[in-house]
Each structure stands twice: as C-alpha cells, then as structure tokens.
C-alpha cells in the first residue's frame, strides 16, 4: 500500500513508520520538519518526507487536498485535533476508497461509570481537548457508518516510551517524583493515592495502527482502546518503581489542595487532569478485531522511559536493581 503518515515523526509515529516500511509499504511521511524521530532507524531512509504547516494549511483550506493529491491507500492521521481539521480532509478523501485512521484517546470516555470501560461505554468528555477528540470520532464513525469516507478510530491512553517524560505515579511530568522513589525520599500523593492511570507503549500503538490497516474494512466505522493491559493505581505505580531501585516507597497521602501546594501549579493542574479522568479501560475489542496484542505491560513501558531518561541525563537516579521486561507487569 501507499501509505501516507500525518504528524510522522512524533511519539507513535516514530515507532509506526519503519514497522510500515518493514511491510513492504510505501510510506510518505509528513511532518512540520522541526524534529528527527525519536528513534532513528535506517527504514526511515526508504521514506519520502514531506515538510507541512498543518495549522497553516487548514487555516487556508488547502490540507485535505493536499492529502488527496497523494492518492495513498490509506491515510493515518495522528495530528488532529479539532473537527474543523477532520471535516476538511474528510471532504478531501470523500469519493475514493482510502482507508482513514484517525489516533484518538481515551479522554473521550472522562468520567467512567464502570471499569474497564469498552468502546461502547458512554462518551463524558470534558476539557478541551477530551470534547474536542470526542467530536471528531463522532463526526468519523458516523461519516463512515452512513457509507462515506471509510474510517477508523484508535484511542491510545497515556503514550509511553523513549524520548520524552511520560506520566508519573503523582499523575503529572514532574521528574522529580522518579528521583524521589529512586532514592527513597518522601512523596506525597493526591488523596489515597487510588485514582488510575492506564498507559501504553508507543510501539504499542504503532502495532495498533499497523493491524488496522492490515484488517481494512473490519476496522472500518469503529473505535478501538489501544492500552496495556492493565491500568495502575497512582500508589501502586509508586510503589513498583520505588521497588526498581531496591527501595520501598516513602509515601504519604493528603487532600488534593494540600498536593497542589506542594507539587506547584503547573503540576497539580495535570494531576487533576488524570486523576479526574482517572482511566481503566478494556483492549478486548481490539484484540478480537485487529489481533491487538500489546507487548508492554503500563509498568514495563513507563520503565523504558525512566531508563531512557537517566540514560540521557534528564534525571539522577542509581541503576535500577529490577526492570521489568515488556512482558511482565
């Protein structure tokens, strides 16, 4: 296939392209140029890439179809983020058979009523960004159900992997939270430390997105959760790390606006980000449909990236004693 990346040197793209190269696809990757991917291989070598404004283009009506002028069998879009965006490349794509994979996340569901919530579970959105997200699934899967464009949602929780901080078990970005449990000092979490978090392995996604694409119309007019396994509470998350560096974890607990005050306001934003959405959800549908089978466990994947972090100086801590293998939790 003619394959055409969207926002390709990115998280997942970084990982998805040189496995689509690997395929045997051709892969046009697109991207504003301002960054290599964060893991370089020589597949990326065998990619024709194409350096785009995407916010620019859109603004002037011009993306969708310069997406079209591509004729690529499939399109995977992992940089869209309002329904203005997708409604143009809709228009753009309507009339061929190209396959549209749209990277959505698992903010659509906010609030859950039960855990783990599925696909069809309710859609309590809120923020910007989850309502955002949640339009644009809406406007596709519906779009494709009524025989339009031929589309396909993946929803990834919290990416994780090499070359950028990932969520940590107070909930934020913070970097020192990994510091302090290495080193056993103290660290205090929002409440009882109960609230979920639920990641996934960009590689992960990058499978997801691959399967997809093999699985053609029986992806098609469907969302898909693309997540590890399991979700983590915030306090068992910190106690597994503490213990990779031989440690037990100096936690203590304390309302949300003491942690605020403490973790500063742009940390404590983020954490209430994640604890009010607090997310656990089910892979099943993705695994039955697309063969989805995540090779990292949440701990596993967020370990990748600690690893990488005091590889690349970002943090100080000892080497870690244990590290949990992709397939282990």
């Not at 859609?123 to 339009?135: L, M, T, V």
């Not at 990236?305 to 100086?313: D, H, K, T």
């Amino acid at each position: 296939m003619r394959v055409a990346v969207i926002g390709a040197t990115g998280h997942i793209g970084s990982f998805l392209v040189p496995r689509l190269v690997a395929a045997g696809h051709e892969v046009i990757a697109l991207s504003r140029g301002a960054r290599e991917p964060y893991v370089r291989q020589p597949a990326w070598d065998r990619v024709r890439r194409i350096a785009v404004d995407r916010a620019a283009e859109d603004r002037a009506g011009v993306f969708g179809a310069r997406i079209a002028a591509l004729h690529a069998d499939a399109v995977v879009d992992l940089l869209c983020f309002t329904t203005d965006s997708a409604a143009q490349l809709l228009a753009a794509l309507r009339g061929s058979e190209t396959l549209l994979l749209h990277c959505g996340t698992i903010w659509v569901h906010g609030h859950a009523t039960v855990v783990p919530a599925t696909e069809e579970s309710p859609r309590n959105a809120f923020g910007e960004y989850g309502i955002a997200k949640a339009a644009i699934e809406k406007l596709l899967i519906d779009d494709a159900r009524a025989g339009g464009v031929r589309s396909a949602v993946l929803h990834p929780g919290h990416i994780s992997g090499p070359g950028w901080a990932v969520v940590n078990p107070a909930g934020n970005l913070d970097l020192r939270v990994w510091e302090k449990l290495a080193a056993g000092e103290p660290l205090v979490l929002p409440n009882f430390g109960l609230e979920t978090v639920h990641h996934v392995h960009a590689d992960d996604v990058a499978q997801a997105f691959e399967r997809a694409l093999a699985a053609g119309d029986a992806a098609v007019g469907e969302s898909f959760h693309v997540v590890s396994d399991g979700a983590l509470t915030l306090r068992g998350f910190a106690e597994s790390v503490a213990g990779w560096f031989g440690r037990g974890a100096n936690l203590a607990f304390a309302p949300f606006e003491e942690f605020a005050a403490l973790a500063g306001e742009e940390h404590a934003a983020i954490t209430l980000d994640h604890i009010g959405h607090s997310p656990s959800v089910s892979n099943a549908k993705a695994r039955s449909v697309l063969g989805f089978t995540p090779r990292y466990s949440s701990l596993a994947a967020a370990a990748e990236a600690v690893r990488w972090l005091a590889g690349n100086g970002q943090i100080a801590v000892p080497e870690m004693r244990t590290f949990p293998a992709p397939g282990e939790a």
